[in-house]
Nanobody, 117 residues
Framework: VQLQASGGGLVQPGDSLRLSCEVS????????IGWFRQAPGKEREGVSC????????YYEDSVKGRFTISRDNAKSTVYLQMNNLKPEDTAIYYC???????????WGQGTLVTVSS
């Protein structure tokens, strides 16, 4: 499984970004796809995940109501729509894949999100 994350950039507080994770090498329909992030000097944390079975979604508390994860199996792509971005959202964002949202077996390269005025 190969994962290609994209869409990061430099934005101001309150702005929006949409990250994309393109999956190849395996039929994405059968994979749960997640997003993790790691900020400078901090531990990596899970941000969101979308299951393969019924499309259930999960969010870390600090992003609930601001981030939305979605999947387009036909395009083998998962999206993370991030609204009302805050400086504390600054991090490298990684997409992951596994059999369920409890597993992050495959990792893509990160995409940097910087929120700064």
């Amino acid at each position: 499984v190969q994962l290609q994350a994209s869409g990061g950039g430099l934005v101001q507080p309150g702005d929006s970004l949409r990250l994309s994770c393109e999956v190849s090498g395996f039929k994405m329909d059968y994979l749960a796809i997640g997003w993790f992030r790691q900020a400078p000097g901090k531990e990596r944390e899970g941000v969101s995940c979308i299951s393969a079975t019924d499309g259930s979604t999960y969010y870390e508390d600090s992003v609930k109501g601001r981030f939305t994860i979605s999947r387009d199996n036909a395009k083998s792509t998962v999206y993370l729509q991030m609204n009302n971005l805050k400086p504390e959202d600054t991090a490298i964002y990684y997409c992951t894949a596994g059999a369920s949202c409890r597993e992050a077996e495959w990792w893509g390269q990160g995409t940097l999100v910087t929120v700064s005025s």
